[in-house]
């Protein structure tokens, strides 16, 4: 099989996988009872619904410590390559990605995890690259989080190359980089079908200039539609440049209900009413993002945001509204986007036979294949 058969890398799709569906919260900083409680028999269904409703893949986030506050917010999660090779044995169709902090996991066991996981999946296994941020976690694993950015992609280049040459070089290699000096590697089997998926999360221009470098999809945040048009075409002639492909996808939330009022009168309750306002203090503490850096109106804009869904691009109404939305996205020049909900399991299904026959009809997706 090419690699642009594979149905997460073919073109002419605009992409739909599903976010943060193995943690707690999911990517809701909410009180609300209905919360994502992120168990593995919720997980299982709502791969099976997703599989079934043509969801292009499923994305986790690779989490080891929580947000606090009244809901712990991501407090717990499962664990990213041991989930996705459990929904691969499950599943039929869609891509599943493991997320993987360069920092914590040797690249030969790494390199021989993600091969087993994508021959359970029969070639359906995908690899989602994290160079690393967050100070608790560093700690937690007994590591000092390197000051620069640039330290932590240099860190992820190594890492990276040795996974990718113990899946493609023929002969076992020796590798003296500054963090890892190895000898005589190799690994087998290989992957099911030659170098998987790949996406790298980043937002800094150090990342994306290792997205543009090494992978498939840079996973990165929408700011607004009119900034991303401007940047979207230079990180592809970016990638151009290394004789690569790049794609481009981007996280959003989603409450999408019958009318308008319904999704606007919800997103008030779970995002503002009954946001978990010590665990968004603590969220957007780590992130960076402080009152007094922003206008009173901007922040609490921000806040919203980040209550609703993690600061990822909001997507509320009803469904034309949604779709004309996401048809702006993909003219933005997004390939593809990940979806969130409160409960996944409970909105997907409207989501699914309301929204992806409008975007089939605008012709964003090809349809499913049965
Ligand atoms: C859309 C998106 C998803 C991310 N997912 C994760 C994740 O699952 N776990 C994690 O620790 N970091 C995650 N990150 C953080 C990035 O991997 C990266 O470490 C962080 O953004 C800092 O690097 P940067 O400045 O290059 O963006 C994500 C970032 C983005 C933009």
Not at 83 to 104: D, E, G, K, N, P
Not at 167 to 181: A, H, L, S, V, Y
Not at 217 to 230: H, P, R, Y
């Amino acid at each position: 099989m090419a690699r642009t058969d594979h149905l997460m890398l073919r073109s002419g799709h605009f992409k739909l996988g599903l976010f943060s569906a193995n943690c707690s919260g999911g990517l809701a900083v909410t009180r609300v009872p209905e919360r994502w409680d992120a168990s593995w028999d919720g997980n299982l269904a709502l791969s099976m619904l997703a599989d079934d409703f043509g969801i292009d893949f499923m994305l986790p986030i690779a989490r080891f410590a929580g947000y606090g506050g009244d809901t712990d917010f991501q407090g717990a999660s499962l664990e990213t390559l041991v989930w996705a090779s459990a929904l691969l044995a499950s599943t039929q169709r869609m891509t599943v990605f493991a997320t993987v902090h360069t920092a914590f996991c040797h690249p030969v066991l790494a390199a021989k995890q993600f091969a087993t996981a994508d021959q359970v999946g029969h070639g359906r296994f995908g690899l989602n690259i994290v160079a690393g941020w967050n100070q608790p976690e560093y700690e937690l694993f007994g590591l000092e989080l390197p000051p620069g950015h640039a330290d932590r992609y240099a860190q992820a280049q190594e890492w990276w190359d040795v996974v990718r040459r113990i899946w493609t070089e023929d002969k076992p290699f020796d590798f003296q980089g500054r963090q890892f000096k190895l000898k005589n590697v190799s690994g087998r089997p290989r992957p099911f079908n030659g170098v998987p998926p790949i996406l790298n999360a980043a937002s800094s221009q150090e990342g994306r200039a290792f997205a543009a470098a090494n992978v498939d999809f840079l996973f990165t945040v929408l700011i607004d539609l009119a900034t991303s048009k401007a940047e979207l075409p230079l990180l592809r002639a970016q990638s151009k440049a290394h004789g690569r492909e790049l794609g481009v996808l981007t996280p959003t939330y989603v409450v999408c209900r019958p009318s308008k009022k319904e999704a606007e009168d919800y997103h008030r309750h779970y995002a503002e009413e009954n946001a978990d306002e010590k665990g968004l203090d603590r969220l957007l503490e780590l992130q960076g993002l402080h009152a007094k850096s922003f206008p009173a109106d901007a922040f609490k804009h921000l806040r919203t945001r980040f209550a609703g869904g993690h600061g990822s691009y909001p997507l509320i109404g009803d469904p034309d509204t949604v779709a004309d939305e996401i048809e702006k996205i993909a003219a933005a020049g997004f390939d593809g986007a990940t979806l969130a909900f409160v409960d996944y399991v409970m909105e997907l299904p409207f989501f699914c036979t309301e929204v992806i026959p409008r975007l089939e009809r605008k012709g964003l997706r090809i349809p499913l294949a049965r």
